[in-house]
């Protein structure tokens, strides 16, 4: 049995930084060689970031992109390192080099390129092809793949086991979203058990724009066990020996089984063991899965911070109205960048309660954020006042609520302009799908924390962050009148959200159903839900898809978010 001490390198990258993520990889291969690492294996495009999308046609960008990675393999001594880059010959690949003394030796180019969802990679990629060579590494013989190769049952793993690997490192920008983990470590356990074969895998951390990287690497042995896991959302240089014990293979076969396969040919990397290594084995990190809602809280907190700091902002306004979701998007913004870094602001008109702007203080209070009050109605008045004369004879309508929603917007970005603050808006995915939302009002921002969060999983994400805080005893943040209370947009006398939407109980699955598993109208009915609910929700969903074109990014966390995973025509006529 040889023993091989892998790097396994979770690293949080920007994308277009080429000389800063050139500096962390160099940080982590420091970390690594310090350890006695063998193997030092990074994220997918970790040079450039991931996706760098149309900075690929920049001819310069992608010679930088090479130039960076020469810099980091200079870096490499007796640890050899697996990098994710952009490589260049007729076309441009995803590509992973083999870097060691100082050089690259040798380079592996993405075979599968996914083409759905978030992804469009062969817009800019072209195929690699073939599983051609194998790397000895600290005397074991390692394949390399990159992310979706991981994925066909009968790509590049299956062809490096079949040639004689006995570790396969997959290097991967896999993208979060709900449950996603489960997803992955299924997949892998079943390609290495199929392979007979040890897999490393190691994912990108950190949020770049709508996506957010987990992280969450593993190591499966060749039965499919997991002998090691990185906590997801943790930046990290997670060290694990692991043990590659010799797999007696009677006949092997090419990856579909049709004839037998011919051993890869091997390029000598580094050939055994590194010297000084100490003999005391290092403990194996093994992360405990998390429970959904902190999965998915996790996920708003480490997108925020990112999209946020990453785009040059340090601090950010809220327009707090009392209610659960901007109460939510408060606290995640706390978490994400510090209470001293977060204002929000009461903008109470003549339709706002009392509690509102009670509960609002006091949320601000427990979070310690700085909270400050602008009321609208002079403004409000001023422009029914202003717009008299046109709307005479008319009664009022929802266009003086809506006046009430955009005199906010318009304040928010006021002191966004005069003080460097980026607005986050505090709509929620139910309302957002159905258009329950103003244009230019309470869409009104730079980045939309909870645009893909349903409003039942709001209740439960508030839900579960007062429980964290209390058991943390630093009490509970959000308070219990918000959790409590009808939720409301405050703008006529008494009015609720279930005067013009269905419960979000009963809206919230058919909305799952009908935006995440593109279920049609007839097909919801035939599966239960109400056939006149039904038309109603659907059409409000589809009326509002010009709406959701003009709001900003936010967090991705369901397998299809508004945006990237779903573009609708705007000009439609299928019901």
């Given at each position: 049995m040889?023993?091989?001490?892998?790097?396994?390198?979770?690293?949080?990258?920007?994308?277009?930084?080429?000389?800063?993520?050139?500096?962390?990889?160099?940080?982590?291969?420091?970390?690594?060689?310090?350890?006695?690492?063998?193997?030092?294996?990074?994220?997918?495009?970790?040079?450039?970031?991931?996706?760098?999308?149309?900075?690929?046609?920049?001819?310069?960008?992608?010679?930088?992109?090479?130039?960076?990675?020469?810099?980091?393999?200079?870096?490499?001594?007796?640890?050899?390192?697996?990098?994710?880059f952009v490589d260049q010959g007729m076309d441009l690949y995803n590509a992973a080099a083999v870097c060691a003394f100082g050089q690259v030796q040798g380079v592996y180019r993405k075979q599968v390129l996914p083409n759905y969802g978030v992804f469009d990679e062969k817009r800019y990629f072209a195929a690699g092809t073939g599983a051609r060579e194998l790397y000895l590494i600290g005397g074991v013989r390692v394949g390399v793949s990159v992310c979706e190769d991981a994925w066909d049952p009968a790509g590049p793993i299956a062809a490096q086991a079949a040639g004689g690997a006995e570790l396969v490192a997959n290097i991967n920008a896999s993208p979060y979203y709900r449950s996603r983990l489960d997803e992955r470590e299924r997949m892998l356990a079943t390609r290495a058990a199929d392979a007979s074969c040890t897999v490393v895998y190691v994912n990108l951390l950190g949020g770049q724009d709508e996506l957010v990287f987990d992280g969450a690497s593993v190591v499966l042995a060749a039965n499919g066990d997991i002998v090691c896991s990185v906590p997801q959302f943790e930046e990290a240089v997670a060290l694990v020996d692991v043990d590659i014990r010799p797999v007696f293979r009677k006949r092997l076969l090419d990856p579909r089984g049709r004839a037998e396969a011919m051993p890869l040919p091997v390029s000598v990397v580094t050939e055994g063991r590194r010297p000084g290594r100490q003999v005391t084995r290092l403990p194996t990190p093994i992360a405990s899965p998390l429970p959904v809602e902190e999965e998915i809280y996790r996920a708003l907190v480490v997108g925020t911070r990112d999209y946020v700091t990453k785009n040059g902002f340090?601090?950010?306004v809220i327009g707090l109205s009392g209610g659960i979701d901007s109460s939510l998007v408060a606290t995640v913004a706390a978490d994400a960048l510090g209470a001293e870094q977060v204002h929000g602001v009461a903008m109470p008109s003549r339709f706002s309660s009392d509690h509102s702007l009670s509960d609002a203080e006091l949320l601000a209070e427990q979070l310690g954020v700085d909270y400050r009050v602008i009321p609208i109605e002079s403004a409000h008045m001023a422009f029914t006042e202003m717009l008299a004369p046109a709307f005479d004879g008319l009664g009022a309508d929802l266009t003086e609520e809506n006046l009430q929603s955009r005199i906010r917007g318009v304040t928010l970005m006021a002191l966004s302009n005069k003080f460097g603050w980026m607005v986050l808006t505090t709509g929620n995915k139910s309302e957002l799908a159905v258009g329950y939302s103003t244009l230019y009002g309470d869409t009104a921002g730079g980045f939309a924390v909870i645009k893909d969060v349903l409003k039942t999983m709001v209740y439960r994400l508030c839900q579960w962050r007062n429980a964290h805080g209390t058991n943390a005893g630093v009490g509970a943040p959000i308070p219990e009148a918000v959790l409590t209370k009808p939720p409301s947009a405050e703008l006529r006398p008494?009015?609720?959200?279930?005067?013009s939407l269905p419960p979000y109980d009963v809206l919230d699955p058919i909305l799952e159903a009908y935006i995440e598993s593109d279920l049609t109208a007839a097909e919801l009915v035939e599966a239960g839900f109400d056939e006149e609910l039904v038309r109603r929700v659907v059409r409000l969903v589809d009326l509002a898809e010009y709406k959701r074109r003009q709001y900003p990014p936010g967090v991705r966390v369901t397998p299809k978010a508004f945006g990237r995973d779903r573009r609708m025509p705007i000009t439609n006529r299928y019901r």
């Amino acid at each position: 049995m040889t023993v091989l001490r892998v790097a396994l390198c979770q690293l949080n990258t920007v994308v277009g930084d080429l000389s800063g993520n050139a500096e962390r990889i160099i940080a982590a291969l420091s970390t690594a060689e310090e350890a006695s690492a063998d193997l030092a294996v990074f994220p997918e495009l970790v040079v450039t970031g991931y996706p760098p999308e149309d900075l690929l046609l920049k001819p310069g960008f992608v010679a930088d992109n090479q130039a960076a990675l020469i810099k980091v393999a200079a870096a490499t001594e007796g640890c050899a390192a697996i990098i994710g880059f952009v490589d260049q010959g007729m076309d441009l690949y995803n590509a992973a080099a083999v870097c060691a003394f100082g050089q690259v030796q040798g380079v592996y180019r993405k075979q599968v390129l996914p083409n759905y969802g978030v992804f469009d990679e062969k817009r800019y990629f072209a195929a690699g092809t073939g599983a051609r060579e194998l790397y000895l590494i600290g005397g074991v013989r390692v394949g390399v793949s990159v992310c979706e190769d991981a994925w066909d049952p009968a790509g590049p793993i299956a062809a490096q086991a079949a040639g004689g690997a006995e570790l396969v490192a997959n290097i991967n920008a896999s993208p979060y979203y709900r449950s996603r983990l489960d997803e992955r470590e299924r997949m892998l356990a079943t390609r290495a058990a199929d392979a007979s074969c040890t897999v490393v895998y190691v994912n990108l951390l950190g949020g770049q724009d709508e996506l957010v990287f987990d992280g969450a690497s593993v190591v499966l042995a060749a039965n499919g066990d997991i002998v090691c896991s990185v906590p997801q959302f943790e930046e990290a240089v997670a060290l694990v020996d692991v043990d590659i014990r010799p797999v007696f293979r009677k006949r092997l076969l090419d990856p579909r089984g049709r004839a037998e396969a011919m051993p890869l040919p091997v390029s000598v990397v580094t050939e055994g063991r590194r010297p000084g290594r100490q003999v005391t084995r290092l403990p194996t990190p093994i992360a405990s899965p998390l429970p959904v809602e902190e999965e998915i809280y996790r996920a708003l907190v480490v997108g925020t911070r990112d999209y946020v700091t990453k785009n040059g902002f340090t601090d950010v306004v809220i327009g707090l109205s009392g209610g659960i979701d901007s109460s939510l998007v408060a606290t995640v913004a706390a978490d994400a960048l510090g209470a001293e870094q977060v204002h929000g602001v009461a903008m109470p008109s003549r339709f706002s309660s009392d509690h509102s702007l009670s509960d609002a203080e006091l949320l601000a209070e427990q979070l310690g954020v700085d909270y400050r009050v602008i009321p609208i109605e002079s403004a409000h008045m001023a422009f029914t006042e202003m717009l008299a004369p046109a709307f005479d004879g008319l009664g009022a309508d929802l266009t003086e609520e809506n006046l009430q929603s955009r005199i906010r917007g318009v304040t928010l970005m006021a002191l966004s302009n005069k003080f460097g603050w980026m607005v986050l808006t505090t709509g929620n995915k139910s309302e957002l799908a159905v258009g329950y939302s103003t244009l230019y009002g309470d869409t009104a921002g730079g980045f939309a924390v909870i645009k893909d969060v349903l409003k039942t999983m709001v209740y439960r994400l508030c839900q579960w962050r007062n429980a964290h805080g209390t058991n943390a005893g630093v009490g509970a943040p959000i308070p219990e009148a918000v959790l409590t209370k009808p939720p409301s947009a405050e703008l006529r006398p008494e009015q609720r959200d279930d005067q013009s939407l269905p419960p979000y109980d009963v809206l919230d699955p058919i909305l799952e159903a009908y935006i995440e598993s593109d279920l049609t109208a007839a097909e919801l009915v035939e599966a239960g839900f109400d056939e006149e609910l039904v038309r109603r929700v659907v059409r409000l969903v589809d009326l509002a898809e010009y709406k959701r074109r003009q709001y900003p990014p936010g967090v991705r966390v369901t397998p299809k978010a508004f945006g990237r995973d779903r573009r609708m025509p705007i000009t439609n006529r299928y019901r």
